[in-house]
């Protein structure tokens, strides 16, 4: 087993899922992702004037303060209350009796605000939601494998919005390699893939992010396919052998020969470029909150 915590070259991957939420105190942008929701009452209606619009996912929520965190990391807390309106696009809340409220703000849901000022108070004076997000919010909140299984397109949207590697923080990163044109795994693949999975489990927040490669042997397209290959014979024994959760699992590519980890002219080089990397990954926004 290898264990790095070098940041690979090339990601092109990435999602923000829920979090639960500490207690404490109120601030309007920081970028200290340890703030929570709790603040000031709110003032006069007729002394706010029209404030930021802001977009982001929801990463924390208490009573009626919501933590939106934006692509950049910077986060906002916002206030809603019974003069918020809150639109969601058509499917889900598009039948007749089926309106979103302010209920449907759940954790790990990205959202287009507009929102009225006073001073350093932010209130939203409209919440808006692709219902695809909001689906696949629900089910990172239930998280039910079914479900996971059923909205795969639903979920890669999400995690694609804030598709940026350099968001995330990189705990670790195991190798598991593979023979000249195989996917199978070897019986010590499968026991450091397991052990991967117990080094997740121990740290808080993490996700994995599974990335296949191959040597320079063949064709761009064929490695290309035998990389994809790779990293879903991965994924697939960590799910079902290691008991890893598919929603703790981000969307699993395959980069062919690039990046290699060695020098592709030599047969030692190639059988180290051979390989799927397992990344233990935790967002830089919820990095060290219980």
């Known amino acids: 087993m290898r264990l790095n915590s070098n940041k690979p070259a090339a990601f092109a991957l990435l999602g923000m899922l829920a979090i639960p939420m500490s207690a404490g105190l109120s601030a309007q942008v920081n970028n200290d992702p340890n703030i929570v929701v709790t603040g000031e009452p709110l003032p006069d209606m007729s002394a706010m004037t029209p404030g930021p619009e802001l977009k982001g996912v929801i990463t924390s929520r208490k009573g009626d303060r919501l933590k939106i965190t934006a692509a950049d990391g910077t986060s906002t807390v916002v206030a809603v209350n019974e ?17 979103p409220t302010t209920a449907s703000l759940l954790n790990g849901l990205p959202v287009t605000v507009k929102t009225m000022q006073a001073g350093q108070v932010l209130l939203a004076s409209q919440v808006s939601f692709k219902n695809n997000d909001f689906k696949t919010a629900m089910m990172i909140r239930n998280g039910t494998e079914q479900q996971f299984a059923e909205q795969t397109a639903a979920t890669q949207a999400l995690r694609g919005r804030m598709a940026d590697i350099d968001n995330y923080n990189i705990k670790g990163t195991t ?17 450091e893939l397991c052990n991967a999975a117990q080094q997740a489990e121990a740290t808080n927040n993490a996700l994995l992010l599974v990335v296949g490669y191959t040597d320079s042997v063949g064709s761009e397209e064929y490695n290309q396919t035998l990389s994809e290959k790779r990293a879903s014979s991965v994924i697939n024994y960590l799910q079902q052998a290691c008991r890893w959760k598919p929603y703790r699992v981000l969307t699993p590519t395959g980069m062919a020969e690039a990046d290699p980890l060695a020098d592709n002219t030599t047969e030692e080089g ?16 919820v990095d060290g909150l219980e």
């Open 175 to 191: 190798n598991v390699f593979f023979d000249t044109g195989k996917w199978q795994l070897s019986p010590q693949a499968k026991m």
């Open 83 to 99: 003069t918020t309106k809150i639109k969601a696009s058509s499917g889900l809340f598009g039948s007749k009796g089926a309106k």
């Open 270 to 285: 190639k059988a180290q470029n051979r390989r799927v990397a397992v990344n233990i990954l935790v967002s830089k926004s």
